[in-house]
């Protein structure tokens, strides 16, 4: 199965901030990576899709970048509502498999 | 509006059954490979079981293979989980998440609430 392994696993940041959380699989999965975003009690939410393609509805202070084996998930101006746990997860190979988690808290 | 709903959690005790339900609405069901993917008390998501369209494939994760098995019925656009033999690892919630393909890539665009599986004697 390919790993996936998120740093850090958590990050404390204020509202405005620049936020970026990365993600390496331990073999090239191309662009077949996945963020999701996900609140406590919630199901997880897709926010970007193919390493850098912005899902319908998410804001763009959300992108992605990345291939191969590098990933990173990068919010350029923390807002409230973005407090939460983000994970990734490659769509290449099967057993499809997610990262560890990054949560994201309030300083 | 998509829809999933899972149904049939609950508590039940080591070795014993359980089975799943995910109802679907809003999509044609029958077009959606559906995953079921779970999450252990404060841990990660993990992939559990997916089926093909007109339910001929099966996959399952190596922890749940021989145990757990998946179906549809597309007339009632709802997916299943039965589950058997449960151990204290398999207490989770279980999400059932539509699949979306992009190119060769396989990501998940839209998820149910999830329900409880709580494995205890």
């Known amino acids: 199965d390919i790993q996936m392994t998120q740093s850090p696993s958590s990050v404390s940041a204020s509202v405005g901030d620049r936020v970026t959380i990365t993600c390496r699989a331990s073999q090239g999965i191309s662009s077949c990576l996945a963020w999701y975003q996900q609140k406590p009690g919630k199901a997880p939410r897709l926010l970007i899709y193919a390493a850098s393609s912005l899902q319908s509805g998410v804001p763009s202070r959300f992108s992605g970048s990345g291939s191969g084996t590098d990933f990173t998930l990068t919010i350029s101006s923390l807002q409230p509502e973005d407090f939460a746990t983000y994970y990734c997860q490659q769509g290449n190979s099967v057993p499809r498999t997610f990262g560890q988690g990054t949560k994201v808290e309030i300083k | 509006e998509v829809q999933l709903v899972e149904s049939g959690g609950g508590l039940v005790q080591p070795g014993g059954s359980l089975r799943l339900s995910c109802a679907a609405s809003g999509f044609t069901f029958s077009g959606y490979v559906v995953h079921w993917v779970r999450q252990a008390p404060g841990k990660g998501l993990e992939y559990v079981s997916s089926?093909?369209?007109?339910?001929?494939?099966?996959f399952y994760a190596s922890s749940v293979k021989g145990r757990f098995t998946i179906s549809r019925d597309n007339s009632k656009n709802t997916l299943y989980l039965q589950m058997g033999s449960l151990r204290a690892e398999d207490m989770a919630v279980y999400f059932c998440?539509?699949?979306?393909?992009?190119?060769?890539?396989?990501?998940?665009?839209?998820w149910g609430q999830g329900t409880l599986v709580t494995v205890s004697s």
């Open positions: 089926i093909s369209t007109n339910g001929d494939n099966t």
């Open positions: 998440a539509r699949v979306y393909y992009h190119g060769v890539g396989l990501y998940y665009d839209y």
